[in-house]
């Protein structure tokens, strides 16, 4: 796959790619928030769990999966047969494509498997009207090629200097391999809007001063206690805790991405 200087396809406009420079800044949480909030909005949603050997959308949501992306990467199954559903109790709610956990050779997987499993997705979403994938942390060749040419590219940080840095990092390659690339910025787990406007503000300071690009704010999510419940529990935020605070900056997000 090459860089090419062409549009976006109206599928790749579909597709909003979730990623962070580092672990444990509450992407899979996020990007689950985010399908039930578009989903919650009246749009069709397709949710991929892409962190490869380290997949646990299906865990959050507590489905038990009976195929998943291995078997598709064996030839056992195309993406459509695996995918399942997450409804909730009035029918509401999104599809999901699981993950392979628990296996790290299928971290390193050859180019032409990440293109296919990528030029897939995209098929898929004729289908939706949002297709999320919720990528591995970094910036390793599985992740920037299935972000590629995404039509939107969140960037989760939160307000830690070891967090800011890696996710600028992440902003530094996928600009450089695609400068057209949607970048906007999400900042995470921050105690009030200031702290995560300061987070946002160093980024883009970093951005604007290097790169010379400045990516928007996409959103700013609050600390939340119910978000620990809800990830116990297995039960996604928005049914567990509608009216918590990080529901509704998640759903102010969601409605300010398009």
Known sequence: ????????????????????????VGKTFFSVTLAQALARAGRK????????GLANVDIQLGLMPKRDLGQVI??????????IPYREQDGSGFDVLPGKSGSGALGNLNRDTL???????VALAADYDHVILDLAAGIDPAVTLLSFRAGILLVVMTADPTSLTDAYAFVKVTHMRDPKADIRIVVNN????????????AIKRAAEGFLKISPPLAGIIRQDSKIVDAIRSQVPLFTRHPQSDAAGDVKTLAAGLF
């Not at 090459?2 to 979730?18: G, M, N, R, W």
């Not at 949603?45 to 490869?52: E, M, P």
């Not at 064996?74 to 995918?83: H, M, N, R, Y």
């Not at 296919?116 to 997705?121: D, N, P, Q, T, V």
């Open 1 to 24: 796959m090459s860089d090419q200087p062409t549009p976006l396809s109206p599928l790749e406009h579909k597709l909003i790619a979730v990623a962070s420079g580092k672990g444990g």
């Open 115 to 121: 293109i296919g499993i990528r030029k897939g997705l």
């Open 45 to 52: 949603v397709l949710l991929f769990d892409g962190d490869i």
């Open 74 to 83: 064996a030839g056992d199954a195309t993406l459509k047969d695996v995918i």
């Open 190 to 201: 921050v105690a009030n809007k200031r702290e995560g406007e300061r987070a946002y503000e």
